[in-house]
């Protein structure tokens, strides 16, 4: 069973337009939500990180966390083209474990 | 500073032959990380050491041991190599305790080929 689940993609998204990523978990005991920007053949990245209800900005970044619904959720504002990439979640739980998500693609179209 | 440094960058095995992949990391991290990635699979966690002297299994442990060697170095031995165990693979590590969210820094990956 796997326990965090992304849409695989790809997400095309028209250049300044804004890319909405979601990512759910099964495990109500998750602590705290990561998100990770991976390019193609390098290694991931980390965009940002939220472990409390609600909206989290950064930037042209913003993540949004409703544990309720176990779900959280990445949005890029004024996407561009260097935005195009693999966007991982990842969820901590207790003792340190840390899992990913299988991530989305996104591409940003000029 | 380094990092996280993975040796060796690419290998090649035949079905059935062993091999440890090294991983150091020089930011006096606790916490440190195997993951493997196949395509459309994301990554998914082999074995993780949530501090010194620690190891626990991830997702997918199976055909897979590992060891903290000290703080620096946690190792991943593959003993008996399978074809489905070809896969780019991932060591990471991360600072503070295990409950801190910090960020987990990524080495460069070993592009492993079983044949």
């Known amino acids: 069973q796997k326990e965090v689940e992304q849409n695989s993609g790809p997400l095309s998204v028209p250049e300044g337009a804004i890319a909405s990523l979601n990512c759910t978990y099964s495990?109500?005991?998750?602590?705290?939500f990561f998100w990770y920007r991976q390019y193609s053949g390098k290694s991931p990245e980390l965009i940002m990180f939220i472990y409390s209800n609600g909206d989290k900005e950064d930037g042209r970044f913003t993540a949004q966390l409703n544990k309720a619904s176990q779900y959280v959720s990445l949005l890029i504002r004024d996407s561009q083209p260097s935005d195009s990439a693999t966007y991982l979640c990842?969820?901590?739980?207790?003792?340190?474990?840390?899992?990913f998500g299988a991530g989305t693609q996104v591409v940003v179209t000029p | 500073n380094a990092g996280v440094t993975q040796t060796p960058k690419f290998q090649v095995l035949k079905t059935g032959q062993s091999m440890t992949l090294q991983c150091a990391q020089d930011?006096?991290?606790?916490?440190m990380y195997w993951y493997r990635q196949d395509p459309g699979m994301g990554l998914r966690l082999i074995y993780y050491?949530?501090?010194?002297?620690?190891?626990d299994k991830g997702e997918v442990p199976n055909g897979y041991n590992v060891s903290r060697l000290n703080k620096r170095e946690f190792s991943l031995r593959l003993e008996s190599a399978a074809p489905s165990q070809t896969s780019v693979y991932f060591c990471a590590s991360k600072g503070g305790g295990w409950e801190k969210d910090t960020e987990a820094f990524f080495g460069q990956g070993t592009r492993l080929t079983v044949v």
């Open positions: 495990d109500r005991g998750s602590q705290s």
């Open positions: 050491s949530a501090s010194e002297g620690t190891t």
């Open positions: 930011m006096n991290h606790n916490s």
């Open positions: 990842a969820v901590k739980y207790s003792w340190g474990k840390l899992q």
